[in-house]
């Protein structure tokens, strides 16, 4: 392989030609680049040259990666019972065949001036998700479910003019690093208590901790847990007793079977567009959602866009384009409340495709296969010696498979299970210890009964010799 010298500067980055550099430096009046990075604390900064292999030709750089990728087991390779938050579920080919179009594809947003049949595409998914979710107005999608949360809850503090909110105690802890970095310095938060037994939250501690300066309560149902929350409607009376919003996230393919949040009492809904449509791949496949009532109170507080329909001056046609424009972070740039920089229009385009293929019929019947065999996958996994299915509420797509009685930890199951070629659930003992040795297994329509008797027969057997002490 040819060793390439390490050169100063490249010819297509202009300012890496030193004369370049200093004319810019001088121009913004500072003295050195590292000037600029002043404001990032001394220890995070890496004082030393970075040790980069030589620069590699383009078919030596592509033998490299490919290389790296082999590397990886997909969950083509194995069966997978992987979700929380990015979940196995089954894309029709025209999904692919639409987002990938010309006029569709993007990695970003897409402009005014390129075309306008991407406006109609996402004023067609926002009417879906609208029907959907019982909801009139739903946004462009932002960049995932944490973010859409987020988004929620400030959109409830500028409402209400409050500065704290509380959370349901199941919510995912990388969620909840995300929301509390994204609403922190301007609010404050609090976690709610939620019931061990069941996973639904506790009413008492709600009532406890909420005060008149909350400005939102938030919840998921199904929880992070799987586990459908059947207290919907008497928590969103706590919550408007005490002038506060009531802000529930939804898996939304859960709403062939659920009830949406609005009929009880969500006033803004949130989730991820991921399951209508996306494929899993390292998290580029998410997107979140925001839905309101058309009201103006919450309209004018969507930082993102929307899409609306009006008639034009040609009698009979009718025009698709932005809503209160001049509300939005695109318009106020740095002066804006909330800055929406990063967009996922594709992945609402790719969603409107997806409910418009299924409809109401075909998302109630998925729902149904997705009950039935995640149901079947429990009650095979309770006859296992030592396992229990840790809580006892109805769940839809995940649910918490508690291994602590037979000695092994999660960590050592799923190394046991890889073996056999399978993936396990996500591991619930380190974020939510009070669960004990708990694995997340999701099943979806994507498994086969052959696939769930699998696991089954997989985990008996390593249930079985943790359970005598043989050592796996």
Known sequence: MAQHKRASSHPYIPNMIPEVQRQMLDEIGVERIEDLYRIIPDELKLKKEMDMPPALSEQELRRHVSRLLNRNESTQDVVSFLGAGCWPHFIPAVCDEINQRSEFVTAYAGEPYEDHGRFQALFEYQSLMAELLDMDVVNVPTFDWAQAASTSLRMAARMTGRTEVLLAGTIDKDKLKIIVNYITPDLSYQLVDFRTESGELNLQDLRNKITSNTAAVYFENPSFFGTIESQGRQIADIVHEAGAVCVVGVDPISLGVLKPPSQYGADIVCGDLQPLGMHMNYGGGQAGFIATRNEEKYVMEYPSRLFGIAPTIVEGEYGFGDVAYERTSFHDREKGKESVGTQTALWGITAG??????????????????????????????????????????????????????????????????????????????????LGQSMLLCVTEVHTQEDIELLAAALDRICSRGMKGVEC
């Not at 495709?353 to 149904?368: F, R």
């Not at 797509?397 to 659930?425: N, S």
């Open 353 to 434: 495709v997806y409910l418009a293929l299924l409809g109401p019929h075909g998302m109630q019947e998925l729902g149904q296969t997705i009950m039935q065999k995640s149901q079947y996958a429990a009650k095979l996994l309770e006859e296992i010696e030592g396992m229990s299915v840790r809580l006892q509420s109805p769940f839809f797509k995940e649910f918490v498979a508690d291994f602590t009685k037979t000695g092994l930890t999660v960590e050592e199951i799923q190394k046991q299970l890889r073996i056999e070629g399978i993936q396990g659930g996500h591991d619930l003992s380190a974020d939510f210890p009070e």
